[in-house]
């Protein structure tokens, strides 16, 4: 016979425990609770001859309790230990990305976790009868913590990243504002992370880089975008028509969106768009007009 106690004195996780081992797949389990001087306890007989089924099935149950239960508490108490200077508003951004990361891969992120808990609570409940809940997840799940501190580490990165973005593109709005516009329309032909971009007459204008004096660039690339971001920002047009050569709108289409805010319309179905998708964006210089 096996006998596991499990201590802890928060009775909701008690609560949510006993429903658990309620629908235990294994037989010959018997499970009372019973409160000493210091914890509420719940106290598992085991009655079978596999010990090590049941030691896993109770590993897998506290598993997926630290995952369900105690892993935001885990992920807060990181995040203000290793990034206390954030303001709590930020803090609770980056909680928040670190479950879109989860989010992104799930299966694989939960069953990582998953399974290095598994081998911890295993490891343990062979070697001993009782586990206090909070002295365990304490000092005694390292791996999974660690796991966790990858986490948070990549949320904080992407929220920088993010909030970087964001005052890049609060700084252009800034400048935008503060200019008098130098034409009406601007025609930006857009494919692949290529542009071309056409004046209101439908002549291309030229984006080399020795015509237009660089005043902001969106990365150090000097790509297609780049010079055309930067003319945009020279000739600060009025309305911007973006035409999607291939229907896809990237983060350099959403970032001009957000730039020129309430300046830009974006289509894939007109003439200027219907002539590109059918020749390709290696026209020639010459005026186009329809």
Excluded: W
């Excluded at 609770?92 to 598994?118: A, G, H, P, V």
């Excluded at 945009?232 to 730039?259: A, C, R, S, V």
């Amino acid at each position: 016979m096996k006998s596991i106690c499990i201590k802890t004195n928060d009775s909701h996780l008690l609560n949510y425990l006993l429903n658990e081992f309620d629908y235990i797949e294994i037989d010959n389990v018997y499970i009372s609770t019973n409160q000493f001087k210091n914890y509420k306890n719940i106290i598992l007989h085991y009655t079978g001859n596999d010990n090590s089924s049941f030691i896993h099935e109770i590993s897998c149950i506290l598993s997926c309790f630290v995952i369900d239960e105690i892993e935001e508490s885990i992920l807060k108490r990181l995040i203000l230990k290793h990034y206390f200077y954030f303001e709590a508003s930020e803090r609770k951004d980056i909680l928040d990305i670190c479950y879109d990361i989860f989010t992104e891969d799930f299966n694989e992120s939960f069953d990582k976790k998953y399974n290095c808990l598994i081998d911890d609570f295993s490891s343990y409940l062979l070697e001993h009868k009782s586990i206090i809940l909070s002295g365990f997840i304490n000092f005694r799940i390292k791996d999974y913590v660690e796991i966790l501190e990858n986490i948070v580490d990549e949320a904080v990165n992407s929220y920088v990243i993010e909030k970087e973005y964001m005052e890049f593109v609060s700084l252009l709005k800034l400048y935008i504002n503060s200019q008098t516009s130098t034409c009406n329309i601007v025609h930006l032909i857009y494919s692949n992370e290529t542009s071309i971009l056409l004046d209101e007459d439908k002549n291309i204008i030229n984006m080399d880089s020795d015509f237009f004096k660089a005043k902001f660039l969106s990365d150090i690339s000097f790509s297609s975008n780049d010079y055309a971001l930067n003319t945009l920002l020279t000739l600060l047009p009025k309305k911007i028509y973006i035409h999607l050569i291939d229907n896809y709108i990237d983060e350099f289409i959403h970032t001009l969106g957000l730039i020129f805010d309430g300046k830009v319309d974006v289509c894939t179905d007109c003439d200027i768009c219907k002539l590109y998708k059918n020749k390709g964006l290696k026209l020639s210089h010459n005026i186009i007009k329809k």
